[in-house]
């Protein structure tokens, strides 16, 4: 080790095994983000312009969406570039720097989904307290808690990762600087530092899941306990949104990171990634907003006021 030299860049392999195929995933993925760009920042004005959607709910919305938008934007700029480059380096900095909000948003969005789960249990559950529950006060508290947990998080475990000596190989086999890929470039032994981060993932995933699943649980018995199936039907689809979205996201995310680095393969993790990088972020505005009534009214609303407005003047 005293020979070797300290590893001062990281060459991002990404998908060049593809060959010409690469320019095929260059037009799908830059596709897929210009509609998770546009499709986010649509909810996003949504919400901010229309006061009937100034509660709990669409708030988290809100703050889920413009996390989704920074996540997508540390990863798949970079990505696309690589994609038409034959150059794919990142200086040590930026690649610890990528790692650090990659991880910050992605706890972020862990812990707003949790949040997000409470939020529909005191709506259902307890509805004559909701206001109190959830008051703009409380929510404020709750995202801010989120978004600070998040990024106190994501400074440990990307401090872990980098205060190892990287000394032999710089290729990073991944399209981005997550986790595992770069702790294999370590020049000593990780198992150390791959069992706190072990650990850490499962605390930062499963508690938040075991919260929406306690929350869900009560839900469910609330729902069942309604006389009429037009208003259980209500209920339900009020949450099976963030079902759909909790369940990808956190199934994907379970099989990347809820197991020992060392059974890391390159071949199914990325094809995993691109699922949570891309498909989830792509969801949240389809899925969970864009098909949801009041965000449609909104929207029809807005779209008619800027189409009356210009006819006046």
């Given at each position: 080790m005293a020979n070797s030299t300290?590893?001062?860049?990281?060459?991002?392999?990404?998908?060049?095994?593809?060959?010409?195929?690469?320019?095929?995933?260059?037009?799908?993925?830059?596709?897929?983000?210009?509609?998770?760009?546009?499709?986010?920042?649509?909810?996003?004005?949504?919400?901010?312009?229309?006061?009937?959607?100034?509660?709990?709910?669409?708030?988290?919305?809100?703050?889920?969406?413009?996390?989704e938008t920074f996540y997508t934007v540390v990863i798949l700029p970079k990505m696309l570039i690589n994609l038409l480059s034959v150059l794919r380096t990142l200086s040590f900095v930026s690649c610890a720097t990528q790692m650090f909000f990659f991880l910050g948003f992605a706890v972020t969005n862990c812990l707003l989904l949790g949040a997000m789960g409470y939020d529909r249990y005191a709506a259902i559950c307890q509805p004559l307290h909701y206001h109190i529950l959830m008051s703009l006060r409380v929510c404020g508290q709750l995202a801010a808690t989120c978004i600070v947990s998040g990024f106190l998080t994501s400074l440990v475990g990307t401090t872990l990762v980098f205060s190892l000596p990287f000394c032999g190989s710089n290729q990073v086999d991944h399209y981005f600087c997550d986790i595992s890929p770069v702790i294999h470039l370590a020049c000593v032994d990780t198992h150390i530092t791959e069992l706190v981060i072990f650990i850490g993932g499962v605390?930062?995933?499963?508690?938040?899941?075991?919260f929406i699943c306690i929350s869900y649980g009560f839900i469910v018995h609330t729902i069942l306990r309604i006389p009429s199936g037009q208003a259980k039907r209500k209920a339900f689809s009020t949450c099976a949104s963030h079902l759909t979205v909790v369940i990808v996201h956190y199934g994907c995310a379970s099989f990347v990171y809820l197991r020992p680095s060392a059974r890391y393969t390159s071949g199914k993790d990325r094809l995993v990634t691109v699922s949570y990088t891309i498909i989830t972020p792509l969801l949240n505005p389809v899925v969970y907003s864009l098909r949801n009534k009041d965000v449609q009214m909104a929207l029809r609303k807005i779209i008619g006021k800027a189409a009356f407005f210009p006819k006046i003047s």
């Amino acid at each position: 080790m005293a020979n070797s030299t300290s590893v001062t860049e990281f060459l991002l392999l990404g998908f060049s095994s593809l060959g010409e195929l690469q320019l095929v995933l260059f037009v799908i993925f830059l596709s897929l983000y210009l509609i998770i760009l546009s499709g986010n920042i649509t909810i996003i004005s949504v919400i901010h312009l229309d006061r009937s959607l100034h509660t709990p709910m669409y708030f988290f919305l809100c703050v889920l969406s413009i996390s989704e938008t920074f996540y997508t934007v540390v990863i798949l700029p970079k990505m696309l570039i690589n994609l038409l480059s034959v150059l794919r380096t990142l200086s040590f900095v930026s690649c610890a720097t990528q790692m650090f909000f990659f991880l910050g948003f992605a706890v972020t969005n862990c812990l707003l989904l949790g949040a997000m789960g409470y939020d529909r249990y005191a709506a259902i559950c307890q509805p004559l307290h909701y206001h109190i529950l959830m008051s703009l006060r409380v929510c404020g508290q709750l995202a801010a808690t989120c978004i600070v947990s998040g990024f106190l998080t994501s400074l440990v475990g990307t401090t872990l990762v980098f205060s190892l000596p990287f000394c032999g190989s710089n290729q990073v086999d991944h399209y981005f600087c997550d986790i595992s890929p770069v702790i294999h470039l370590a020049c000593v032994d990780t198992h150390i530092t791959e069992l706190v981060i072990f650990i850490g993932g499962v605390v930062l995933l499963l508690v938040p899941l075991f919260f929406i699943c306690i929350s869900y649980g009560f839900i469910v018995h609330t729902i069942l306990r309604i006389p009429s199936g037009q208003a259980k039907r209500k209920a339900f689809s009020t949450c099976a949104s963030h079902l759909t979205v909790v369940i990808v996201h956190y199934g994907c995310a379970s099989f990347v990171y809820l197991r020992p680095s060392a059974r890391y393969t390159s071949g199914k993790d990325r094809l995993v990634t691109v699922s949570y990088t891309i498909i989830t972020p792509l969801l949240n505005p389809v899925v969970y907003s864009l098909r949801n009534k009041d965000v449609q009214m909104a929207l029809r609303k807005i779209i008619g006021k800027a189409a009356f407005f210009p006819k006046i003047s």
